[in-house]
């Protein structure tokens, strides 16, 4: 418990002295602390750091139940795994390729707007992939 205080404190200092060097060596520390404040503050930043605090809670103060021994693993526990990382990793993949897919419709139908329908059936192909995890996940649970 002291060790994970002290990485996480230690993570921070890290944090805080790189960015307080990388403000003097810009020739506009302002704008350069605004936008590093913005990027903490934007969702990504705001997602970070509530990953950042569910980890530290749960290492933190564990439930009684991790800590009390007697449990064995089920069959059934191993299926919700791979149902769930089936699902997880198809929607990870699929916003990738909904990402790249759609950044290149958005260029095409600029110099092109006829191009709408032909874009949009490769957006939604992408998209295609969450289903099929998904659809893979339900096949896990029914056995």
Do not use: D, W
Not at 6 to 23: E, R, Y
Not at 42 to 61: D, W
Not at 92 to 121: C, D, Q
Request: glycine content about 14%; hydrophobic content about 55%.
């Amino acid at each position: 418990m002291h060790f994970l205080n002290t990485a996480i404190l230690g993570l921070l200092v890290t944090l805080l002295l790189a960015s307080a060097t990388a403000m003097r060596r810009v020739a506009r520390p302002q704008t350069a602390l605004r936008s590093l404040i913005g990027g903490m503050i934007g969702v990504n930043g705001l997602g970070a750091l509530a990953s950042a605090a569910v980890v530290f809670l749960t290492l933190s103060f564990p439930l009684p139940a991790l800590a009390q021994g007697g449990t064995t693993v089920t069959p059934q526990s191993g299926a919700a795994l791979g149902a769930a990382l089936a699902t997880g990793l198809a929607c990870i993949g699929a916003g990738i390729a909904v990402g790249i897919a759609g950044a290149a419709a958005i260029g095409g139908i600029a110099e092109k707007p006829e191009m709408l329908g032909r874009t949009l059936i490769f957006v939604g192909l992408a998209e295609g992939i969450a289903i099929y995890g998904l659809i893979i996940s339900f096949m896990i649970l029914s056995r």
